[in-house]
């Protein structure tokens, strides 16, 4: 199918795209990496009158290590994040998530922030903001800048706190506790593919003693979800296998799953606990 006719606008900065959006509001959509977007657009799911193409808006773009942690333009491609340095050293969750997204081709177009604002509940990216505590810059013409935690961010299934006139400028992950151990993993149908079910988990505190724990999961339920019970069932503790045999006990109990197309929400629980297990045998000490 070919999308509907629509009108294309190519801004030449930050100014120009936010006072198109707040032009035409919701009869606008901002353009990253049109990966997800364009098709949507041929499968006829959305038909916006007017595309702001956002490639060349300078001030989208960069990575940048700031006071507190590291700023990624929205604009920065999954390839621009997996090919710097400083980012696997400041944001190694994120780093072992990438290579789980789509294809290499994909990963040349495809955008963090466009990833962010689109919300897939089966996303990598999202799920990593979550598990980071991301903070998301979000910039209208009208009401200028605003910082939304990742908690307050995403709000549902392709649905996040973004204005119709609003666009996301940039992601901030907070730098990571000294000592930090991460692990990441996900099972999909095929290599590329959205996650049936994926994990993030971060420890701090050294190898007898765990002192904070985030577990979250994602492709389970309308966005990527915290549990409180896996992580606190692991702090305080030796990471041994006591203490992930009752990691993986409060997951099974507090985790309520969603069912898609593919899969019924009892595989997803099954499975899920199955990879925390997994990822968390992986970061115990020998
Ligand atoms: C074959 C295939 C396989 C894929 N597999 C995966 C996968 O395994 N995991 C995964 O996570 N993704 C996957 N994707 C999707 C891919 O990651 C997308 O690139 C990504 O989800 C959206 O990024 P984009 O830059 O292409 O955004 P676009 O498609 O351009 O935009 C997506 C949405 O975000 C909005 N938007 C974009 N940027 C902004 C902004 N700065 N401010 C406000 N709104 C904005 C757009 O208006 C649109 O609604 C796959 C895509 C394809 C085609």
């Known amino acids: 199918m070919k999308a509907p006719?629509?009108?294309?606008?190519?801004?030449?900065?930050?100014?120009?795209?936010?006072?198109?959006l707040d032009q035409h509001g919701a009869d606008a959509r901002p353009l990253a990496g049109g990966q997800s977007l364009l098709p949507v657009l041929h499968l006829r799911l959305a038909a916006p009158a007017v595309l702001v193409d956002l490639q060349d808006v300078a001030a989208l773009r960069g990575i940048a290590r700031g006071e507190g942690g590291?700023?990624?333009?929205?604009?920065?491609?999954?390839?621009?994040?997996?090919a710097d340095p400083r980012l696997a050293a400041a944001a190694p969750l994120l780093a072992l998530a990438l290579p789980h997204v789509a294809h290499p081709a994909i990963r040349h177009r495809g955008t963090l922030g466009g990833s962010a604002a689109l919300a897939d509940p089966a996303a990598e990216v999202p799920a990593v903001c979550t598990a980071l505590a991301a903070r998301f810059e979000l910039r209208s013409r009208r009401r200028g800048p605003r910082t939304v935690a990742a908690e307050d961010f995403f709000q549902g299934a392709f649905s996040t706190a973004l204005d119709p006139d609003e666009l996301l400028t940039a992601i901030v992950l907070?730098?990571?506790?000294?000592?930090?151990?991460?692990?990441f993993d996900e099972l999909a149908r095929r290599r590329g593919d959205?996650?049936?079910?994926?994990?993030?988990?971060?420890?701090a505190g050294g190898p007898d003693r765990i002192h904070d724990a985030t577990v979250v999961q994602f492709g389970v339920a309308d966005r990527a979800l915290r549990l409180p019970g896996a992580a606190a069932a692991l702090c305080g503790r030796r990471?041994?296998?006591?203490?992930i045999d009752d990691a993986c006990a409060a997951l099974r109990d507090e985790l309520r799953?969603?069912?898609?197309l593919h899969t019924a929400a009892a595989t997803k629980h099954h499975l899920a606990t199955v990879?925390?297990?997994?990822?968390?045998?992986?970061?115990?000490p020998p």
């Open 5 to 20: 006719a629509f009108a294309y606008c190519r801004p030449r900065d930050l100014d120009e795209a936010l006072a198109l």
């Open 70 to 82: 590291v700023r990624l333009g929205a604009m920065t491609t999954y390839h621009e994040a997996q």
């Open 174 to 183: 907070p730098d990571a506790p000294p000592g930090e151990r991460v692990a």
């Open 194 to 203: 959205y996650a049936v079910v994926g994990t993030c988990v971060r420890l």
């Open 239 to 243: 990471l041994d296998a006591e203490a």
């Open 257 to 260: 799953c969603e069912g898609d």
């Open 275 to 284: 990879q925390l297990r997994r990822l968390l045998t992986t970061l115990a």
